[in-house]
C-alpha cells in the first residue's frame, strides 16, 4: 500500500466516515511533512519515514493518549529531531505522551516528568532541572591525562568538587563551577592533556542511579 492508504484503512478500524479519515489523512500527511510522499510505497521508505508514518498513523483517531516505545531508536540526528518537534507539537495540542527511551536527551527535551528505571524499580522521579539538581551538579568538568590509571587521581582531586568519578579515559569532576574546578586542578600541578566543562545532563543522573556496568 501506499503512504496515504495506510492512513485510510487504519482509520476505518476506528469505524470513522470516509469523508473524515480523508480529511484528517491530509492533515496529517501535512503535519508528518509526508505529503510529497503520499503516494509512495511504503516498503522502500527509510526508516525515519516509516517512524513519522506510525506517528500519523496513530493519531488518526485523535486520541488524548499516545503511547510511544522508543520512537526514535535507529534514526539519523535529523530524524530524530524533526520528530521530536512533531511530538513536542502534540503535546502543545493538549496530548499527553507517555514515551519509554534510552535515549537521555530525548527524554530532556520531551518529558515535563519521568521516571528512572533501574533493574524494573523505580530510582527516580520528577522533572528534568528537578532531577539534575537533586543527583548531580551544575557542571561537569572532565579531565584526560597521560596516564593508564585516571582512578589513581580520585584521590588527589578530592577537594576540587563535589564528587569525583575516575574512569578509565578519563576523570569527571562534578562541580558547580567548572572553569573555576579547572584552575584549581592546574594550580596543584596537574596538567592534563584535554579538558572540558560542560553542563550536567540527565545521563549523568542516571548513571550516578543505576551505575556505568551493562546490565542483561
Known sequence: ??????????????????KVIRQRAERLLEFAQLADRANDKVDPL??????????ARSLISEPELLLLD??????????RHLLWDRLYRLKQQGVTLVL???????????CDRLV????????????PRDLIARYSTREVL???FNTDDHGALVEKLAAVGERIEGLPDRV????????????????????????????STLEDV????????LAD
Open 206 to 213: 542516571f548513571l550516578r542511579l543505576t551505575g556505568r556496568s
Open 172 to 199: 569527571l569532576v562534578y562541580t558547580a563551577h567548572g572553569e573555576r574546578a579547572l584552575e584549581q586542578v592546574e594550580s596543584m600541578g596537574l596538567v592534563p592533556l584535554a579538558s572540558l566543562v560542560r553542563r
Open 70 to 79: 522508543e520512537p526514535t531508536t535507529g534514526l539519523d540526528p535529523q530524524a
Open 116 to 127: 528512572i528505571m533501574d533493574e524494573g524499580r523505580i530510582a527516580a522521579e520528577g522533572s
Open 46 to 55: 527509510s526508516g525515519g519515514l516509516r517512524r513519522r508514518l506510525t506517528i
Open 142 to 144: 572532565e579531565l584526560r
Open 1 to 18: 500500500m501506499t503512504v496515504l492508504d495506510n492512513l485510510l484503512v487504519y482509520g476505518r478500524y476506528f469505524d470513522l466516515p470516509r
Open 100 to 110: 519509554t527511551t534510552h535515549y537521555m536527551d530525548e527524554a530532556e527535551q520531551l
